[in-house]
């Protein structure tokens, strides 16, 4: 798995429903990213977190919510507001974090992803 | 926001021709990444590029970091029935709090007949 797990493998939703997805990593590693993949286009960043207890927004983070209450796990809820959460969801995590100069530049590796599909 | 322009969309070729993309940005970026993306699977690192001009090989695979740092090509030499995928480029740079982002290209749809 790339030491990084995401669950579940597919996820369906209800109008008006929060649902929320999962994403772990076992490497100890600092920085955890969430990406929206839509047919025939690329990644698309929606939060990404650095450090634990912090997260920033992405390009389209409207209509989601993330946490960081631990280093290992960073779930991503989809919110009733997102109009259009049909999609490919794409965790990723990389070893580089605040401070962590000696690693400010490794390359994100992917989880398996979850879709997200609504009733 | 900072566009990433890969082409071709997609390759139709035959199996034992070397094929290549490449991804162009009017940005300048720092670093270059390729990944492939089977179905329904996330994307897999093939290459990173980290110095304009580098020149990377991985097996079949071969990438180079643009010396204009604003592109980068994947080669792939005699393809085989399983490199059909989504290829992906994704260039990021350095710039404040968005240090850790990366741009990525919309793909290339490569398939491969027996």
């Known amino acids: 798995d790339g030491g990084i797990t995401q669950s579940p493998k597919y996820l369906f939703r209800k109008e008006g429903q929060n649902v929320t997805l999962s994403c772990e990593q076992n490497l100890n590693h600092d920085a955890m990213y969430w990406y929206r993949q839509d047919p025939g286009q690329g990644l698309r960043l929606i939060y990404y977190?650095?450090?634990?207890?912090?997260?920033q927004k992405g390009d389209i983070a409207e209509g989601y919510s993330v946490s960081r209450e631990k280093k290992e796990s960073f779930p991503l809820t989809v919110t009733s507001a997102q109009k259009n959460p049909t999609a490919f969801y794409l965790c990723?995590?990389?070893?580089?974090?605040?401070?962590?100069?000696?690693?400010?530049?490794?390359?994100?590796?992917f989880g398996d992803g979850t879709r997200l599909s609504i009733l | 926001g900072q566009q990433l322009n890969q082409s071709p969309q997609s390759m139709f070729i035959q199996e034992g021709e070397d094929v290549s993309m490449n991804c162009t940005s009017s940005s300048i970026f720092n670093t270059w990444l390729w990944y492939k993306q089977d179905p329904g699977e996330g994307p897999v690192l093939l290459i990173a590029l980290y110095k304009a001009g580098e020149l990377t090989s991985n097996g079949r695979l071969t990438a180079q970091f643009g010396i204009t740092r604003k592109d980068s090509f994947l080669n792939i030499s005699a393809s085989i029935p399983s490199d059909v995928g989504i290829y992906f480029c994704a260039g990021r740079t350095r710039s404040g709090g968005s240090n850790y982002k990366l741009t990525f290209g919309k793909g290339t749809l490569l398939t491969v007949n027996p």
């Open positions: 990723a995590r990389s070893r580089e974090g605040q401070g962590s100069v000696s690693y400010s530049n490794q390359p994100q590796h």
């Open positions: 977190s650095q450090i634990v207890n912090d997260f």
